[in-house]
């Protein structure tokens, strides 16, 4: 069962929700230790910013590469094409340990100055448009069109890297990606608003979706039933369950098993010491993970092939 421990990093001064960088490199080690699949980084808490975890996830996995990294970032001041080259590149560097958070909002200054549809606003809608620009951009540079023949001082297959030229409402992306897909074919994406989204437009490009503890109850038949209508298998989609891990880790593992639940998100509270507390209470008793690709780890045991 995939644990991933949920961190805001920024200062912790002001709340319990953040901890700071060196307080995070403590809690990545033993979380490695104990054999949780990865951290979870946050891009706010608690109304405030914490800092950008893309740039924080880089800094640990040069230290804890045995974790993974799932990282929060919304569309709002992120233009596609620059969040799925950072994303990838961070992917490609960890060796299939990367996740994308993807959190629906506004837009961006460069992609709203060519939009196709100015008065295109919804959330959801523009949500959707943008995961499968990043879905195609990932996908531009298949991993086999990156040669390397220094004798024929061949880069790159070039006929086997297409741009996407996607023209949507509320954007226009030409693609390709300049550098190859990673080992796991594209960075997994995980989905924390369903609520926001609903549960058509997640079933239909997530590999996994977090919910609250506390709206768990039909969550499994919600998602098995548009994974149904998406012509897409429930053994797919792993349905995370995220926790603040006070409650006993045997009664945690009945409950998971009986509301379908495929996995944890621990985002416990309170300051370091206590985070690392629950840290090495809960992980060990929910069957750490073992040292595979995010996309193949998140899956049910049933489904152990990565597809497109």
């Given at each position: ?94 060796e ?82 300049d ?13 924390a ?13 997530a590999d ?11 969550a ?6 548009a ?53 090495r ?28």
């Amino acid at each position: 069962m995939s644990v991933l421990i949920e961190l805001a990093v920024g200062d912790p001064r002001a709340d319990t929700r953040h901890v700071s960088l060196a307080d995070a490199e403590t809690i990545a080690e033993i979380a490695q230790e104990l054999g949780a699949k990865g951290l979870r980084l946050v891009d706010r808490a608690d109304g405030r910013i914490a800092l950008d975890p893309s740039v924080v996830g880089s800094s640990l996995a040069g230290r804890y590469g045995g974790l993974a990294y799932a990282i929060d970032a919304p569309t709002t001041r992120n233009a596609p094409y620059n969040l799925a080259r950072r994303v990838l590149s961070f992917d490609r560097a960890t060796e299939r340990g990367v996740g994308l958070v993807l959190r629906p909002g506004t837009g961006d200054e460069v992609s709203d100055a060519v939009a196709p549809d100015p008065q295109a606003t919804e959330p959801a809608e523009r949500w959707s448009e943008y995961v499968d620009i990043l879905t195609a951009l990932w996908e531009s540079f298949p991993r086999e069109a990156l040669l390397g023949d220094q004798e024929a001082a061949v880069v790159a297959d070039d006929a086997r890297i297409r741009p996407i030229n996607h023209d949507g409402r509320f954007y226009r992306v030409a693609g390709p990606l300049d550098g190859p897909a990673s080992a796991q074919g594209r960075p997994a994406v995980l989905v924390a608003d369903t609520a926001a989204l609903g549960w058509e437009r997640v079933a239909a490009v997530a590999d996994a979706v977090i919910v609250d503890e506390a709206d768990i109850a039909g969550a499994d038949g919600a998602l098995t039933a548009a994974l149904e209508a998406a012509g897409r298998s429930r053994a797919d989609v792993a349905l995370l369950a995220r926790i603040d891990g006070s409650g006993d880790p045997v009664r945690l593992q009945q409950w998971a098993s009986e509301s379908g639940v495929d996995g944890f998100v621990l985002a416990p509270t309170g300051d370091p010491a206590s985070i690392v507390d629950v840290v090495r209470r809960v992980v060990p008793a929910l069957a750490p993970s073992t040292r595979t690709p995010l996309r193949v780890a998140l899956r049910r045991p049933e489904s152990t092939e990565v597809g497109a």
